[in-house]
Each structure stands twice: as C-alpha cells, then as structure tokens.
C-alpha cells in the first residue's frame, strides 16, 4: 500500500531550537495537509497546499512556523525558535481534492518534545 | 465556516453490542463527511467517506454511516463491537468550495469484555 511517510517519528529538541519536519506525500496527490495533535487541542489544522502552492496557512503562529513544499514529493514544517508549548504530535496527510475516492492518507507523525 | 461536533468523548460498550458514535455537522452547503480512526501511536485511518448519492455509506471493519441532511447527522454504527475496534474515531468534515478538512474533537470508544 501506498504511504505518507513523516521524519524524523520522535524529535527532542531543547527551546529556541531550530525543527524541520518532513512528509513525503503519495505520489500523484496533490492536496497535503499538516495537522498538529495535542490532548488540549484535538486535531488543528495548520497549513495545506493544492500543487506545492499554500491555500491556507492561517492556523500557523507566523512568527515561529513556515511550512514549504520544495518539490511534489516533499513537505516541510518548520519552526524556529521552538518552544515548550510546540510539544506534540504533527501529521501530514495527502489526497487528490476533497479526498477524492479514498480520502486523505496520513502519515504515522512526528511526536515533538520541546524541553 | 462547516465544523463538525461529536458528540461524546468517551463511549462504551459491551463486547458484540451496537456501536454508536454521534457526529451532527454545520454547513451551509452540502458537505463531504468522513469518519477517521486512530490507534494508540499511529496516524489516522480512513473509515469512510460520504460525497453524494447513496446516504448509507459502508466503510472498513465493518463500520457504516447513514448522512441525514434533516438532522446534519453522519452517525457511524457497527452492529457487534470486537475488542479490537477499540480506538479514537474522528469525524471530519469538508463543505464545497472550501478544501479545508475540519475534524471533530474524537471520541474515544472502550469495549467491555
């Protein structure tokens, strides 16, 4: 089967570091998603792009996170500084538009610990 | 803006009773709803999907939802629960027009032995 796969899985980092995130999307998707997953929050959407271009990129902190994909087959998330409350899981998920026949496929995620 | 609520943070059930985990939406224009679901340490997985058409919609492992638009519902229900359905259900929501793909805030289904 076909698979979104997220690196690095587990990430600890000290504040005021510097974290990249990446996905490799399925190939021939091109709608990506980045979610973060927090127990307080639930499941956030923070940036998605259609054809490597952003859509929307509102439920990112703009002074700490940048999310890029530099070519079809790579998604980054990046933050910098980080900081203790950036602590979580992220996922990326990707799909054709509006799932297509077999909804959106999500990466096993990157669990983000901040000290 | 669609959002999706799910009714129920924690449900549980017997072990071969009827599974019912409660999803009501908000849209303005008919949406495309999903059920997700997630085990322990792993990413999301899709269940199933309603776009258009037949409003009973039959997924993996069993799982169904039936989209009523009198009631903004997309319940999702299995007739026997197995120990192994034992996860956190997501449902999720996208209106037309807009790709944004909103999830509910999960609940978490435990089967009683």
């Known amino acids: 089967d076909a698979r979104v796969t997220q690196t690095p899985r587990h990430k600890v980092t000290e504040m005021g570091q510097e974290v990249t995130m990446r996905c490799q999307p399925i190939?021939?998707?091109?709608?990506v998603f980045w979610y973060r997953q927090t127990m307080m929050q639930g499941l956030e959407l923070l940036a998605y792009f259609r054809n490597r271009a952003p859509l929307d990129d509102s439920g990112m902190p703009k002074d700490r996170f940048s999310a890029e994909m530099p070519d079809a087959t790579l998604a980054t998330l990046k933050i910098q500084p980080s900081e203790p409350r950036d602590s979580a899981v992220y996922f990326c998920?990707?799909?054709?538009?509006?799932?297509?026949?077999?909804?959106?496929?999500f990466g096993s995620g990157t669990r983000l610990t901040v000290v | 803006a669609q959002s999706v609520t799910q009714l129920g943070s924690h449900v549980s059930v017997s072990e071969g009773a009827l599974v019912l985990l409660r999803c009501n939406y908000s849209s303005s224009v008919p949406p495309y709803l999903f059920w997700y679901v997630q085990y322990p340490n792993q990413g999301l997985q899709l269940l199933l999907k309603y776009t258009t058409g037949a409003t009973l919609v039959k997924g993996i492992n069993g799982f169904e939802a039936e989209f009523k638009k009198s009631e903004t519902s997309f319940h999702l229900t299995k007739p026997s629960a197995h120990m192994s359905d034992a996860a956190e259900y997501f449902c999720a929501v996208i209106s037309f027009g807009n790709e944004k793909l909103t999830f509910g805030t999960g609940t978490r289904l435990t089967i009683i032995p």
């Open positions: 190939l021939g998707h091109n709608t």
């Open positions: 998920a990707s799909g054709l538009p509006r799932g297509g026949a077999n909804g959106y496929t």
